[in-house]
């Protein structure tokens, strides 16, 4: 069964960067599109990015919160997507997880996704 770890968390002032690893096991990464969510508590898993199965072109979406700050990539071959974040800001603080789908859509819906990892702690802060 598919599962991932989350990594690269941690603390980062604003305007600072951080690189979330999501690393698979179990199966291999490119028969799936890769989202990243994230949540703080007492709101809903939101949406981040999410980038689509290999083969053809490759497409990803972003939040519109993110756009030009997040990049999302994936590595077939070490069997890792990743999350470049840079310019961040304290509302980027939360939970960040990373899951899998048949499709990257541009919805970013949660429920669209299976197999979660545990999350890794992103705190924006000065």
């Known amino acids: 069964q598919l599962r991932f770890v989350e990594s690269g968390g941690g603390l980062v002032q604003p305007g600072g960067s951080l690189r979330l690893s999501c690393a698979a096991s179990?199966?291999?990464?490119?028969?799936?599109?890769i989202g990243w969510f994230r949540q703080v508590p007492g709101k809903e898993r939101e949406g981040v990015a999410c980038?689509?199965?290999?083969?053809?072109?490759?497409?990803?979406n972003y939040a519109d919160s993110v756009k030009g700050r997040f990049t999302i990539s994936r590595d077939n071959a070490k069997n890792r997507a990743f999350l470049q974040m840079n310019s961040l800001k304290r509302e980027d603080t939360a939970v960040y997880y990373c899951?899998?789908?048949?499709?990257?859509?541009?919805?970013?819906?949660?429920?669209?996704?299976?197999?979660w990892g545990q999350g890794t702690q992103v705190t924006v802060s000065s």
């Open positions: 899951a899998a789908a048949a499709y990257c859509t541009v919805l970013l819906y949660p429920n669209e996704y299976e197999n």
């Open positions: 179990g199966a291999t990464l490119d028969r799936y599109a």
């Open positions: 980038i689509g199965r290999s083969g053809g072109l490759i497409n990803t």
